[in-house]
C-alpha cells in the first residue's frame, strides 16, 4: 500500500510568505449549524514547508501532512493550484 494515500490533503491560500522556506496557508471550510441550519465559514491557519521558496502571497496551494519539521510547521506544500493575481 502507498504512504501518500493515508495523509491528509487541503487547499488553501497562501497569506504570509515572510518566512524561510515556510508558507502560512488560511484553509476556509463551510459547514452547516447544527442547531440553526446556517451554513458558516470555519478557517485555520497551518504553516507548510515550502523547500523551493516558490509559493507567494495570494496563491492557492495544496498541502499535505507529514512529519513535523519544526515545532509548528507538521504539512509541506505539494503544488500550486493557482498563482496570484497581481491588482
Same mark, same amino acid.
Given at each position: 500500500m502507498s504512504e501518500a494515500a493515508n495523509k491528509r490533503q487541503l487547499t488553501g491560500r497562501v497569506v504570509s510568505d515572510k518566512m524561510a522556506k515556510t508558507v502560512? #496557508? /488560511? #484553509? *476556509?471550510?463551510r459547514m452547516q449549524h447544527p442547531l440553526y441550519g446556517k451554513f458558516v465559514t470555519r478557517s485555520s491557519k497551518h504553516h507548510a514547508h515550502d523547500e523551493a521558496a516558490e509559493c507567494? $502571497?495570494?496563491? /492557492?496551494?495544496l498541502i *499535505? $501532512?507529514? !512529519?513535523?519539521v519544526s515545532r509548528t510547521k507538521s504539512w !509541506? #506544500? #505539494?503544488k500550486r493550484v493557482e498563482k496570484a493575481k497581481i491588482v
Open positions: 502560512t #496557508v /488560511l #484553509v *476556509e471550510r507567494k $502571497e495570494g496563491d /492557492l496551494v *499535505e $501532512e507529514c !512529519r513535523p !509541506r #506544500v #505539494v
